[in-house]
Antibody, heavy 125, light 110 residues
Framework: QVQLVQSGAEVKKPGASVEVSCKASGYTFTRYAIHWVRQAPGQRLEWMGWINPGNGNIKYSQKFQGRVTITRDISASTAYMELSSLRSQDTAVYYC??????????????????WGQGTMVTVSS | QSALTQPASVSGSPGQSITISCTGT?????????VSWYQQHPGKAPKLMIY???NRPSGVSHRFSGSKSGNTASLTISGLQAEDEADYYC??????????FGTGTKVIVL
C-alpha cells in the first residue's frame, strides 16, 4: 500500500544538526511532492518546506530558510530533512507528507493525502 | 507567514452539527481554492478530511463537508459522533509554492 515510513526518534544537543528520513513505497516516488511539517508538543502544525523528487526543486518556509535542507535519493525512494543549529524550541514531531497532485497528469488532491508516522526530535543539553 | 485563525475549541452533543472556521487573508484562503482540512487524534499523524475547499477523499464520511466565503473557510461536521473528538487543522496555499496551517481547533463531544 501507499505509505511513508520515517526514521526513528532522535535526541540532540543544542547547536547540533538532525536528519530525518522518509521512505516512500507503493507509488512512483518522482511523481509526487514531499512536504515536511513539524509539531511542537501541544502546538499547531507548522509547514517547513517541500521537494519535487523528480527534479530536486525545493522551497522552504522563510522561518526555516538557512537552517533547513531537504534532499532526496531517487534510487532509495527516500526524502530527507536536515535541520541545523538546533535549539530547545526545535523539540517537536517532524512529519513528511505527500502532496496528492501527480506531477505527470496534474490529477489528484492539492493536499497532503499520505503522512509519515512522525519522528520525535528532542533537543536537550 | 502568520498562521490561519481557528477557534481554540468547538463543542457539541452527539448528533448535533458543528462548524469550524478558518480565517486568513486575500493572500491565502481568499486567493486560492486549495483549502484543506485535517483531523488529528492524540499521538497520531494528521488525516486528510477535505481538499480543494469542499472535496472529500474516498473513505471519509459524508458527515464532513467544507466551504469557503471570501477569506474564511469552514468545516462542518454533521451528526457528531464520539469518534469525531480530535484536533482539526485547516491549510492553504500562501503562494503557488508555499503553505500555511491554521492554529488548530479542538472538537469536544459532550
Amino acid at each position: 500500500q501507499v505509505q511513508l515510513v520515517q526514521s526513528g526518534a532522535e535526541v540532540k544537543k543544542p547547536g547540533a544538526s538532525v536528519e530525518v528520513s522518509c521512505k516512500a513505497s507503493g507509488y512512483t516516488f518522482t511523481r509526487y511532492a514531499i512536504h515536511w511539517v513539524r509539531q511542537a508538543p501541544g502546538q499547531r502544525l507548522e509547514w517547513m518546506g517541500w521537494i519535487n523528487p523528480g527534479n530536486g526543486n525545493i522551497k522552504y518556509s522563510q522561518k526555516f530558510q538557512g537552517r533547513v535542507t531537504i534532499t532526496r535519493d531517487i534510487s532509495a525512494s527516500t526524502a530527507y530533512m536536515e535541520l541545523s543549529s538546533l535549539r530547545s524550541q526545535d523539540t517537536a514531531v517532524y512529519y513528511c507528507a505527500r502532496l496528492g497532485v501527480d506531477f505527470w497528469s496534474g490529477a489528484g488532491p492539492d493536499a497532503f493525502d499520505i503522512w509519515g508516522q512522525g519522528t520525535m526530535v528532542t533537543v536537550s543539553s | 507567514q502568520s498562521a490561519l485563525t481557528q477557534p481554540a475549541s468547538v463543542s457539541g452533543s452527539p448528533g448535533q452539527s458543528i462548524t469550524i472556521s478558518c480565517t486568513g487573508t486575500s493572500s491565502d484562503v481568499g486567493g486560492y481554492n486549495y483549502v484543506s482540512w485535517y483531523q488529528q487524534h492524540p499521538g497520531k499523524a494528521p488525516k486528510l478530511m477535505i481538499y480543494d475547499v469542499s472535496n472529500r477523499p474516498s473513505g471519509v464520511s459524508h458527515r464532513f463537508s467544507g466551504s469557503k466565503s471570501g477569506n474564511t473557510a469552514s468545516l462542518t461536521i454533521s451528526g457528531l459522533q464520539a469518534e469525531d473528538e480530535a484536533d482539526y487543522y485547516c491549510s492553504s496555499h500562501t503562494s503557488i509554492t508555499t503553505r500555511v496551517f491554521g492554529t488548530g481547533t479542538k472538537v469536544i463531544v459532550l
